[in-house]
């Protein structure tokens, strides 16, 4: 065959290619249009998925574009800029669990989407994706797949999970004071204590003159009892079943990563950072930030950022 008949096969099946996606994309466009005068319910579900399907395949885009620059510059997790190395622990750590915990979301995010994307294949499948958002969004969707409204209802209940555990670790923490050698450090921290389980919160100042009874026994991490580190797990959606080595490990590998974390935030300022992404910094933190407007996230942030990036 000559190269002139190559180029116009070729040419020719460009040509049709693009007569279907034209055609597919007319096809969907009168569906979507249907779905939203008949069924205004399903139509927000539908828009959800879609636009679900095109958020995942940008996350995926973006974290080997990350992945090759720490290559190609060989840099560490910690050199990169704050959303960078934000982007890198949702695909290694947690933050919104699954039924309590969600490590190495983004993967399990990829694995957990694959039978939705099987079921979805067929012409108009994706209806039967849309029952199933319907009816089990928290159990069989990833957060691609939430509304709006199903994002703050799954976050509300998730937090207070995180919260059931909070009286455990002031009360493990209280006890833990009382085998303290200073006498006047060991009396700061129980008057701290029983502050926050009267439901105030201490001032930053406080907690800074107290952060030297952290270091050894009996509040360093390695000398924790296990009851104090299975809470403080379950409060960072980490899982409490585990032995104590490595509920330590996970624990102190979590807690550098925020602190790592913390000191990019504050390099970059956290007047760049979007509402979505304060909301975000506060939540992993440990504030429900769901019904916060963006100027208490950022006041809260500011506090924490003065106590953490002050710790050693």
């Known amino acids: 065959r000559s190269p002139r008949c190559c180029l116009s096969t070729k040419a020719g099946s460009r040509s049709l290619l693009t007569a279907l996606a034209a ?19 399903f139509y927000v579900l539908y828009a959800t998925f879609t636009k679900g399907i095109q958020a995942l395949f940008l996350e995926v885009k973006e974290i080997r574009k990350i992945k090759s620059k720490m290559s190609r ?20 750590r947690d933050t919104v669990p699954q039924r309590c915990r969600r490590g190495r979301q983004f993967r399990r995010d990829v694995i957990k989407a694959i039978p939705i994307g099987i079921i979805a294949i067929p012409p108009f499948a994706n209806f039967l994706v849309i029952v199933l958002m319907y009816f089990f969004p928290r159990q069989l969707l990833i957060r691609y797949f939430w509304t709006p409204t199903q994002q703050v209802e799954f976050l509300d ?43 105030s919160q201490p001032r930053a100042a406080e907690l800074y003159a107290v952060r030297s009874l952290f270091s050894g026994s009996p509040l360093g991490l390695n000398k924790l009892r296990v009851s104090h580190v299975k809470a403080l797990s379950q409060v960072l959606f980490l899982t409490p079943h585990l032995p104590a080595f490595f509920l330590r490990y996970r624990l102190r590998s979590h807690v550098l990563e925020i602190r790592h974390l913390d000191r990019a935030m504050l390099r970059l300022g956290l007047g760049q950072l ?31 950022l003065g106590l953490s990036c002050k710790l050693q």
């Open 23 to 41: 055609r597919a994309k007319r096809i969907s466009g009168r569906y979507e249009r249907f779905l939203e005068r008949t069924f205004p319910r």
């Open 274 to 304: 979007s509402e979505e992404e304060l909301k975000a910094a506060c939540y992993l933190r440990g504030l429900n930030s769901t019904h916060l407007d963006t100027a208490q996230c950022r006041a809260w942030l500011e506090q924490w």
């Open 157 to 199: 209940a998730y937090d207070a999970i995180r919260r059931d555990s909070y009286p455990d670790v002031v009360e493990s923490l209280a006890l833990a004071a009382r085998s303290l050698p200073d006498a006047q450090l060991q009396q700061r921290l129980q008057e701290i204590c029983a502050e926050v389980q009267r439901g």
């Open 73 to 92: 510059q060989r840099l560490s997790a910690q050199q990169l800029p704050y959303r960078e190395m934000e982007r890198l622990r949702q695909v290694r």
